[in-house]
């Protein structure tokens, strides 16, 4: 593929300066970022970006998890900007709606699986994943409220979850470095030990066995804090920004049984893991628990433009519905006819190009045995993959699985690798992980593949040349 040529050749120091001068970037030390200064990225096109010194750099994280569909559809591109010529804005307050975001909400519903007597017929828009889960705990909390049991208002997460960045959102997550800013978590939010085998496992524990045993952490909790203040649990079906985080095979259908004997709702958080990305459209259908709330954005757009939302089970919004009066909630831009277009038009091309389908029978399954393979290099303590996502852990030694010391910075030197050598791959810690575009050829993983490979023997030998291997 030909990279696409900028019609003015850009000035990267400049706009390095500019950036510099006036943009706060998200989750970013600015004092060493005017060091080094930022990569500026001007175009994309299939699974490529480029920046603007013309280097081609193959992107594995689909952008941030949710390009999808790929880049450079010009389909999604020409919904926007008929919407746009239609009917660029107007609110959802004051008994008004928008056809886009009437169609949207009928199509979601038609894509959300009913999963015994779980399904969803009603949506809650929002413009971005945080906004969402904030959505969620003014929801479950209004429910409980309705039902005339105002004590239930704790929510129960997981350490390492990402929920979001909002006060609500950061408060859900489990990350220590986001609650160490903002005195968080917010009141009534509390957390449990993430299922994760590699570094929670006993001596001698399967994996079968694990997952029991960490989904029983909730049932702990639960009995600490007391049944009857508890609202609900919230969880990513595999855990994203905390590393690809896989749960075994036992852990979810116990979740769903501790949940049911306890009579809280249960939060499928699946910004990262719907709209194909695990093989289905909702990811809960493919791990068969039963949601309550279920929150979604990034990939409903292919993230061409933000967007945002909650789908809410029947039991919930019946009694929001029927019994909740006025709820004094929103946004500005809840069901935005400009997002909720390009949503639809985005959807449709998922369901044309059967990209869901193709990740559960084809690419998704030679991603696996593609990381099979690469399990064997030498820095790789283990590897795994999950519908089309995957990660892989440095390890110091295979045989022991000794892990590095944090202080190292060895997935960063990795990923330091990756950046020099055209490959977008996200370190979280030690754990190497991706999420490419689901439109993705068998060559293009292989290519992707080599690249992976390339990043490690330059880590492998650049820690050997330090003495630290």
Partial sequence: ??????SNPLDTQAIQALDSAHFIHPFTDHADLATRGSRVIVKSEGIYIWDSEGEKILDAMSGLWCVNAGYGRKELAQAAFDQMMTLPFYNSFFQTTNVPAVKLAAKLASLAPKVGDRSFQHVFY????????????????????????????LIISRHNAYHGSTMAGASLGGMSGMHAQG?????????????????????????????????????????????DRVAAFIAEPIQGAGGVIIPPATYWPEIQRIVDKYGILLIS????????????????????????????????????????????????????????????????????????????????LMEREQLPQRVKDDIGPYLASCFEDIASHPLVGIAETCGFTAGLVLVKNKASRERFDENLGVGMMCRRHCFQNGLIMRAVGDRMIIAPPLTMTHADIDEMMRLIRLALDLTLQELTQKGLI
């Avoid at 709330?293 to 990034?298: G, I, N, Q, R, S």
């Fill in 126 to 153: 929002s413009s971005s994943g945080s906004e969402s889960n904030d959505s969620n705990v003014r929801m479950v909390r209004r429910y409980w409220d309705l039902l005339g049991q105002p004590q239930r208002k």
């Fill in 1 to 6: 593929m030909t990279a696409p040529t900028p």
């Fill in 183 to 227: 005195d968080l978590p917010i009141p009534n939010i509390t957390h449990i030990e993430q299922p994760y085998f590699f570094e929670n496992a006993l001596p001698g524990e399967s994996s079968d066995e694990f997952g029991l045993r960490a989904a029983r952490w909730l049932e702990d909790k639960i009995l600490a804090v007391g049944p």
């Fill in 269 to 348: 958080d699946e910004v990262i893991c719907a709209f194909g990305r695990l093989g289905h459209w909702f990811a809960y259908e493919k791990f068969g628990y039963k949601p309550d709330l279920v929150t979604f954005a990034k990939a409903v757009t292919s993230g061409y433009i933000p967007l945002g939302g909650v789908m809410v089970g029947d039991r919930v919004a019946k009694v929001l519905i029927e019994q909740g009066g006025e709820f004094n909630h929103g946004y500005t831009y809840s069901g935005h006819p400009v997002a909720c277009a390009v949503a639809l038009a985005n959807l449709e």
